[in-house]
């Protein structure tokens, strides 16, 4: 069992920059791929990054290349998701998700066992 708990959304101007935060719970972290997803008003749920448990190794979705990056702390079980540049389009409930799948590719919230309850980030244009 793991709980998630996602903080640092709020509102920020165009090209600003926020940190996300996911606070994990719960035993056996470090064997965890970790991801981080969001759902903007009217919108499915869409993969924005992923971090692998194996080697640290990030993936991003296109339209956040080059200005999100993923990282994780296994001593202290946290997941954090650096936002810069950030854009209208990016406003979205961000959610951090665990999950013990081996499959090469994590895209897919599916695969996902826990997830957070979701932070709010809210870009002004």
């Known amino acids: 069992q793991m709980q998630l708990v996602e903080s640092g959304g709020g509102l920020v101007p165009a090209g600003g920059s926020l940190r996300l935060s996911c606070a994990a719970s719960?035993?056996?972290?470090?064997?965890?791929?970790m991801g981080w997803f969001r759902q903007a008003p009217g919108k499915e749920r869409e993969f924005v990054a992923s971090i692998n448990f194996s080697d640290g190794s990030p993936t991003y979705e296109d339209s956040v290349k080059g200005r999100f990056t993923a990282s994780r702390d296994n001593a202290n079980t946290m997941l954090y998701l650096q936002m810069n540049s950030l854009k209208p389009e990016d406003t979205a409930v961000y959610y951090c998700a665990a999950t013990t799948s081996r499959n090469r590719r994590i895209e897919n919230g599916e695969l996902y066992d826990y997830w957070g309850q979701g932070t709010q980030v809210t870009v002004s244009s």
């Open positions: 719960g035993r056996g972290f470090s064997s965890y791929s």
